[in-house]
Structures are given as C-alpha cells and as structure tokens.
C-alpha cells in the first residue's frame, strides 16, 4: 500500500485496534515509516490511542524532528521509533506499549516466551532493556532524546521484542499489520503464562518451533486477523497487498 491517504487511514485504524485489544491504554504509541521516504516515519500527535483521528497523524525525520503540519503537541517519545527505523531498514513499523500483562516480566526476572503457536513471533529470547543501566536511577524511565533511544534499538537488535524495565515494550515489523498482530499476542501470551504458572512447569515453544512458525506467518494471517479487528472497532478494512496463493502456509489455520 502506497498511497498515503490509504496509510494515514490504517495507522489509525491500528492505534484503534491496540487501544480495543488491550495493548495501549491512553498512553503508548503506533508508527508507520512513510512508504515513499525511509527517512521520515508517521505517527500521531500526543492524543489517547482510541480516540486519535486521521488529522492528528504528523510526519517526522528520524531524529524526532517535526516535518510539515504541526496538529498538535508530539509524542516525547517518537525517540524510540527514529532511532529503530535507524537502525534497522526493514523495519516498517513500531509499537510502543505498556502492554498490562506484559510489564510483570519487565521486573521480576521471569523470562517471557511463546507457549502458543500463535504467539511464536515474539521469539524464544527476549531481552530486558533496562534505562538506569546508562542513564543513572534518576530518569522518569522515559525515552526522550536519542541517545537514549538508540540504545534501545541497540538493545532491541534484530528482534521482534524488546521489554522496557518498569515501563511496557517495544514491538516491530516489516508492516504495520505484522506489528499490531505481535503486539496483540504478545499480551495474550503474557497473560496465559502468568496463568499456566500456577498449574505447573510450563512446556513452551521449541527454538525450532518458533523459527518454522515465524518463518511461515505469511500475509493470510494477518488479513484474517486484521479484518477481524476492524470490525470489532468499528473501521473500514482495507485488504492488504497479498496474493493467497503465495500467501497461505501451513501455519495459516
């Protein structure tokens, strides 16, 4: 999809779908690298996830700073998606979440990994980005200038996850699609492993199931998924560009 009304409109629908499935509350963020410049990337104004409309949506470089139309106050976190889309080229998207079930693991130091099949591409080693570790114990934990954001990305690597301590987690994908759906399961895994603690020893995803998982997620699965979201939220669904011949794997039930 490269139109960019097109664009503007999903990343809506997105911050629609996250606030709806319990991934964003009023805080937390959605973004989008502009499909006609890998230089800039779209995110919305600082407004609550569920009531953001398509005049909020701003442009930005990499460095956070502001191009074009200013609606309104930025996020003091669009740190975190410059410095990602920085470092990593085919990212297309970035979550940024306090993810309820999620922020447990940020600071117990139990380790979060997939026990659903649906939930693979979260990946069996998730790291725990931990701001005082280079920042000192005096930060309000947030991500709010570069350096700090680059470190992030560094720590992130070529993961799909990354937790913050104390804080929630950053979620990407090569779309926008592919991060919402991660972003989602990744909280109703958190959730069904909190539970399943309590009956026992936890039998989870091999590494060899996670990768033949990952690697065949293909764009079927997250029409089927996006279609379904939208209209939970009420949006329009706008079919993504995919071929169901090429699109459906295994992996797609």
């Known amino acids: 999809m490269t139109d960019i009304a097109s664009v503007r409109e999903e990343l809506v629908t997105a911050n629609r ?21 890998p230089g800039h990337f779209l995110l919305s104004r600082a407004r609550a996830p569920e009531v953001i409309e398509l005049g909020d949506i701003m442009e930005f470089e990499l460095t956070g700073d502001i191009v074009g139309a200013e609606p309104g ?5 669009r740190f975190i998606h410059g410095a990602i889309y920085e470092a990593r080229p085919e990212v297309m998207s970035v979550v940024h979440n306090h993810s309820p079930s999620v922020i ?3 600071v117990t130091g139990r380790q979060m990994r997939p026990l659903m099949h649906m939930c693979a591409p979260i990946g069996g080693d998730i790291p725990n980005w931990d701001i005082r570790t280079k920042f000192g114990d005096c930060t309000n934990l947030l991500v709010t200038n570069m350096a700090m954001g680059r470190d992030l990305a560094a720590h992130l690597g070529g993961r799909n996850v990354s937790l913050m301590r104390g804080h929630g987690s950053v979620v990407v994908g090569r779309s926008l699609r592919e991060a919402v759906f991660t972003s ?10 909190i539970k399943a603690q309590t009956m026992g020893k936890i039998n989870f995803l091999s590494d060899g ?3 033949a998982i990952t690697a065949g997620r293909k764009g079927f699965t997250f029409e089927r998924g996006w279609e379904n979201w939208c209209n939970r939220v009420g949006r329009p669904y706008l079919p993504g560009e995919w071929d169901i011949g090429e699109g459906y794997s295994q992996t797609d039930r």
């Open 104 to 106: 447990p693991f940020s």
């Open 17 to 37: 779908i996250l606030a709806n499935e319990n991934v964003l509350d009023s805080f937390g963020h959605v973004s989008m690298r502009h499909p006609h410049d």
């Open 184 to 193: 989602v399961y990744m909280e109703l895994n958190a959730d069904m492993q």
């Open 209 to 211: 199931e996670i990768e």
């Open 73 to 77: 106050k930025p996020y003091s976190e």
